[in-house]
């Protein structure tokens, strides 16, 4: 199993960047895929989720509005557009894979319901 976090780099506020986030080694169209950050001395903060199953979205208040996840299930990969960007997005952003079963909608936030993670892009908004 591989998932490859890529995008990420430095920005200037109000900038816009996109992570792309590409999965192997499991049945893409059975898991939701999130998105991730943490800065150092932080918990992992869970900010957005592509459910492949049901093709549903989830974002988490701060990032609302401002971020988009897509899921192209053809390669495997989703994508997750960021604009508006703020100092305090800087971050280092991690994907994972969720199996999705009934009920998962209640832990797409939840770090310990994931399976995978990748490696992790930093992100650094600063002018």
């Known amino acids: 199993v591989q998932l490859v976090e890529s995008g990420g780099g430095l920005v200037q506020p109000g900038g816009s960047l996109r992570l792309t986030c590409v999965a192997s080694?499991?049945?893409?169209?059975?898991?939701?895929i999130g998105w991730f950050r943490q800065v150092p001395g932080k918990e992992r903060e869970g900010i957005s989720c592509?459910?492949?199953?049901?093709?549903?979205?989830f974002y988490a208040d701060s990032v609302k509005g401002r971020f988009t996840i897509t899921s192209v299930r053809a390669n495997n990969t989703v994508f997750l557009e960021m604009n508006n960007l703020k100092p305090e997005d800087t971050a280092v952003y991690y994907c994972?894979?969720?199996?999705?079963?009934?009920?998962?909608?209640?832990?797409?936030?939840?770090?310990?319901?994931?399976?995978?993670w990748g490696q992790g892009t930093q992100v650094t908004v600063s002018s």
């Open positions: 080694g499991f049945t893409f169209d059975d898991y939701a």
């Open positions: 994972g894979a969720l199996y999705w079963a009934y009920g998962s909608d209640y832990y797409v936030f939840d770090e310990g319901q994931y399976d995978w």
């Open positions: 592509y459910s492949n199953p049901e093709d549903s979205t």
